[in-house]
């Protein structure tokens, strides 16, 4: 044998250990997640541009389909929560898969048909056709959110607790590579859909995301049946939840049984008569009040978790306009900022939100996992601060003299026209690149490159160190992010895994429906440097919640010592906790 070489032995086990990693039930996983990722964010960037195409370069059918998702999310959070919890796991994965992929894949043929014939529509029954279409629209996408939605509950929140097992290390990995799946296909997957519809057509956009769709569809479902068939223990759900209500069942008084029981004699005797036709009505009554019993049920056990603090402080940080979405972009836009810069500027939260991934893994194992949340609440908070300073800085708007309601009804009622996506020359505009249209100034340029504004540049001191802390606060904000969910992951008996991850996504779309509420009433960028002070005291606040969780969590051991102990990771049990993992 020469010198240096591998033996053939070792070479082999190398192979097999390699092949052994790709056939996973982890790896395929993954590969379903970003399978199902890439085409959630092709859709959600795609969709709000044909609405703005369709309806005539406004923004208004834009509004209402945010409006819809997040109110829908916000009822049926719950309940959704509630039915991923009823079936077994399988059931829901296919199902909420086949009808997420189906509804995009509706709504892209519909689209394509209006894009195709939509002069002819609008002639149609004095364009209520057209109407029709687009309600019908914005109705389908919804459901595919909400089937979204569902997807994710039951992978991410139970499908990758089960595959992990009781090793908490794996199940701190494999959801920072979640994470780190999800930031690559935030960025990439909407570049790739601009693009395409940038050099092809609106049309030709929505012909590739329906057959990307159907493809991605019949690909994640064999990957779902693969990572079921390699992880027996994912059939086992039911057993548990039997095992759990009859706990319950055993704990109830015996006279809270009776009633119970009696119902039970009536419907095996089969007797005839007025019974039988009474006991159906009041079973009529209770499936239509069941709904409203799953709201009530879902927010009331949500209280009641011992990680409730957590839950909520993390909700807490959607309340916040400093982020990369359209608000912050636009704001962007008036200052003078390009959208060749605010992409690089989207790519840098990207890394950051990756190094966050990373050091989330670092801080568990060093300090366990609810230090590991309170590290990066301080590091987010403290990189937030540069966003409070840049408010003062020279080339702040900031302007406190000026009302936020003064122009109010000049925007809402002004005669011209609203943002477009496209130049009257063909061109794509910059907001067809980013997605980002300036919603501040009502254009999609910068608000100082026009030839008629004032040639004395805007410093760029205050913007400079507005986003230096939005892009550095993404470390500490995925690492916090992480924390929570493994928190909840961990810490929430199986039964209740569904619907209380259902309450906190409906947390989430309520704080961040109230920040777009806030952003409306104060639309000018005079008032932008005000919201930012908002932003971080509700980021503040939220972290001060997840601190009370701690001080009742750990109680004096709050401020140990970071050690490399491998027990460490024991401070995510909470006392009194029954949940495995």
């Known amino acids: 044998m020469a010198r240096g070489a591998e033996p053939a032995g070792e070479r082999r086990r190398r192979c097999g250990s390699v092949l052994g990693y790709f056939t996973s039930a982890k790896f395929l996983l993954y590969l379903g997640h970003a399978l199902s990722t890439w085409g959630d964010r092709m859709w959600h960037f795609a969709v709000s541009v044909f609405l703005v195409e369709l309806y005539g ?58 894009f195709w014939f939509k002069t002819q529509l609008l002639t149609l029954y004095h364009g209520w056709l057209l109407t029709m279409c687009y309600i019908l629209v914005i109705t389908i996408a919804n459901i595919a959110n909400l089937a979204s939605t569902a997807t994710a509950i039951t992978i991410q929140r139970d499908w990758i607790v089960v595959v992990a097992g009781e090793d908490r290390s794996k199940l701190a990995d494999m959801n920072a590579t979640i994470r780190r799946i999800d930031q690559l296909t935030n960025i990439l997957a909407p570049m790739a859909v601009g693009q395409i519809m940038t050099f092809g057509s609106p049309t030709i956009g929505c012909g590739f995301i329906s057959g990307w769709n159907l493809m991605s569809m019949c690909v994640e479902y064999l990957l779902l049946w693969k990572v079921y068939q390699k992880t027996p223990t994912l059939a086992l759900k039911c057993s548990k939840v039997e095992e759990s209500e009859l706990k319950q069942l055993n704990a109830k008084k015996d006279n809270d049984m009776k009633p119970a029981e009696g119902v039970q004699l009536i419907v095996e005797k089969d007797v005839s008569g007025f019974e039988p036709q009474q006991e159906k009505e009041v079973g009529c009554a209770a499936r239509v009040a069941e709904p409203f019993i799953t709201f009530r049920d879902g927010w009331v056990a949500y209280y009641n978790q011992p990680v409730f603090l957590a839950g909520m402080g993390l909700a807490f940080l959607y309340m916040t306009v400093l982020g990369f979405d359209c608000i912050t972009t636009g704001y962007a836009y008036t200052q003078g900022l390009s959208g060749s810069v605010l992409s690089l500027l989207m790519g840098a939260s990207a890394v950051t939100g990756i190094m966050g991934t990373v050091a989330f893994t670092w801080l568990r194992r060093k300090c366990g996992l609810i230090r590991t949340g309170l590290i990066s609440g301080v590091a987010q908070f403290a990189c937030l601060i540069l966003c409070a300073i840049s408010v003062f800085m020279p080339g702040s708007p900031m302007d406190l003299t000026v009302s936020p309601f003064a122009d109010i009804s000049a925007r809402l009622f002004k005669s011209e026209p609203l943002p477009t996506i496209a130049s009257p020359g063909g061109e794509p505009e910059m907001a067809l690149a980013t997605g980002m249209p300036n919603l501040l100034n ?53 039964s209740e895994r ?6 906190q996504n409906s947390m989430n779309y309520l704080l961040d429906l109230l920040h777009f509420i806030m952003v409306i009433l104060a639309p000018n960028p005079e008032a932008f440097g005000l919201l930012v002070l908002i932003s971080v005291s509700f980021v503040a606040m939220g972290h001060i919640m997840y601190f009370r969780f701690a001080q009742k969590s750990l109680g004096k051991q709050l401020f140990a010592c970071c050690t490399p102990d491998p027990k460490a990771v024991s401070d995510s049990s909470l006392p009194g906790n029954t949940s495995t993992v």
């Open 498 to 503: 569904g619907i209380i991850n259902g309450v």
């Open 57 to 114: 370069n406004s923004l208004l059918l834009t509004a209402v389909y945010g409006l819809v998702v997040a109110g829908s999310v916000l009822l049926l959070g719950a309940i959704i929560g509630d039915w991923v919890d009823k079936n077994s796991r399988l059931k829901v994965a296919q199902t909420s898969l086949v009808v997420q992929n189906a509804s995009v894949i509706l709504c892209g043929i519909i689209l394509m048909i209006v």
């Open 442 to 494: 009502g254009s999609t340029t910068p608000a100082n490159s026009g030839p008629e504004m004032s040639p004395e540049p805007v410093p760029l001191i205050s913007v400079s160190l507005l986003f230096a802390g939005v892009i550095a606060a993404r470390v500490g904000l995925w690492s916090f992010d992480l924390t929570v969910t493994q928190l909840l992951q961990e810490n929430v008996v199986e």
